[in-house]
């Protein structure tokens, strides 16, 4: 393999796990409602923004970082409660309209309690590059590559081995059977929603030291994780990480082998292709059952 190869390759990982983890917050709450949050977005610059925000009052990066997380799963919850929940009879495109109001309300404070500016958080553990098969890979695109991989399975325990976890795949599975058996499909929306929220705060405090942060970096970041959802199968766990992934590679390859340009253009023609051709995505409509 040549260096330049092993390059795009371990670029396009690190990308593609953010990607991932922006698809998983989609394929939660979509498996839990229905619903397509196009928030999701805005929680990847809560993260950012927070973090950075409370690493200048002084606090250490872990707990700025995890206060930062806390602080978009609360954003979350509201957004669940107090404008998801009240138009749970609505048309989808009702929903829809609602979780793109809510992103351009959440921008526009983002505006107002910090600034314009673009952010950049200090790299975890150093900016000393590591030499990869002929490439150089930065520190923090471990983080990015090991922390998605850590989450991917802590989810896979939550929803195998939880009582919140099962009752989300139950209501996934079918709504009705499980209010039947006492599921709270309310108190799985707010969980969903609050955990979605968390994944795409930690997605944007695990790449703010790479691509920086700012009030908008949420709108790119949310529209590609939607593609890697669509990419990999709306509402599948598994094909959220396996598009993610592969919208990151693709995205890479695209732009060292043909301009980078065409870098933000490849999701979008990759989604079109996949909804014209392939609409169960990746994995099919099977896999899109479960989370």
Same mark, same amino acid.
């Given at each position: 393999?040549?260096?330049?190869?092993?390059?795009?390759?371990?670029?396009?990982?690190?990308?593609?796990?953010?990607?991932?983890?922006?698809?998983?917050?989609?394929?939660?709450?979509?498996?839990?409602?229905?619903?397509?949050?196009?928030?999701?977005?805005?929680?990847?610059?809560?993260?950012?923004?927070?973090?950075?925000?409370?690493?200048?009052?002084?606090?250490?990066?872990?707990?700025?970082?995890?206060?930062?997380? $806390?602080?978009? $799963?609360?954003?979350?919850?509201?957004?669940?409660?107090?404008?998801?929940?009240?138009?749970?009879?609505?048309?989808?495109? &009702?929903?829809?309209?609602?979780?793109?109001?809510?992103?351009?309300?959440?921008?526009?404070?983002?505006?107002?309690?910090?600034?314009?500016?673009?952010?950049?958080?200090?790299?975890?553990?150093?900016?000393?590059?590591?030499?990869?098969?002929?490439? &150089?890979?930065?520190?923090?695109?471990?983080?990015?590559?090991?922390?998605?991989?850590?989450?991917?399975?802590?989810?896979?325990?939550?929803?195998?081995r939880t009582l919140n976890g099962k009752a989300i795949l139950a209501v996934s599975h079918n709504r009705l059977a499980a209010q039947l058996m006492g599921i709270s499909v309310r108190r799985v929306l707010l969980v969903s929603f609050a955990l979605s929220a968390a994944l795409g705060a930690l997605a944007g405090i695990l790449v703010a030291p790479i691509t920086f942060t700012s009030w908008d970096v949420g709108v790119m970041l949310g529209l590609k994780g939607f593609a890697a959802a669509i990419l990999g199968g709306m509402g599948?766990?598994?094909?959220?990480?396996?598009?993610?992934?592969?919208?990151?590679?693709?995205?890479?390859?695209?732009?060292?082998?043909?301009?980078?340009?065409?870098?933000?253009?490849?999701?979008?023609?990759?989604?079109?292709?996949?909804?014209?051709?392939?609409?169960?995505?990746?994995?099919?409509?099977?896999?899109?059952?479960?989370?």
């Amino acid at each position: 393999m040549s260096g330049e190869l092993a390059q795009f390759l371990l670029s396009g990982l690190t990308v593609g796990s953010i990607y991932a983890l922006v698809a998983l917050g989609f394929a939660i709450i979509y498996n839990a409602s229905h619903v397509i949050n196009f928030a999701q977005g805005e929680f990847v610059m809560i993260g950012g923004m927070a973090t950075v925000s409370l690493l200048g009052a002084g606090l250490p990066l872990a707990l700025a970082a995890a206060l930062a997380v $806390a602080l978009a $799963a609360l954003i979350g919850l509201a957004l669940a409660r107090f404008a998801v929940q009240p138009a749970r009879g609505a048309s989808v495109v &009702t929903l829809i309209i609602i979780t793109i109001g809510a992103a351009i309300l959440l921008r526009g404070l983002a505006a107002l309690v910090w600034d314009k500016r673009i952010h950049a958080l200090p790299a975890f553990s150093g900016d000393a590059p590591i030499a990869v098969a002929g490439a &150089t890979l930065a520190p923090q695109s471990l983080w990015v590559i090991g922390v998605t991989a850590l989450i991917v399975c802590a989810l896979w325990a939550f929803f195998n081995r939880t009582l919140n976890g099962k009752a989300i795949l139950a209501v996934s599975h079918n709504r009705l059977a499980a209010q039947l058996m006492g599921i709270s499909v309310r108190r799985v929306l707010l969980v969903s929603f609050a955990l979605s929220a968390a994944l795409g705060a930690l997605a944007g405090i695990l790449v703010a030291p790479i691509t920086f942060t700012s009030w908008d970096v949420g709108v790119m970041l949310g529209l590609k994780g939607f593609a890697a959802a669509i990419l990999g199968g709306m509402g599948s766990g598994p094909g959220a990480v396996l598009g993610g992934l592969v919208l990151g590679l693709l995205e890479s390859l695209g732009a060292g082998y043909l301009s980078s340009a065409y870098k933000d253009a490849i999701a979008f023609i990759v989604m079109l292709a996949v909804l014209m051709l392939m609409p169960g995505g990746l994995l099919g409509a099977r896999a899109a059952e479960r989370v």
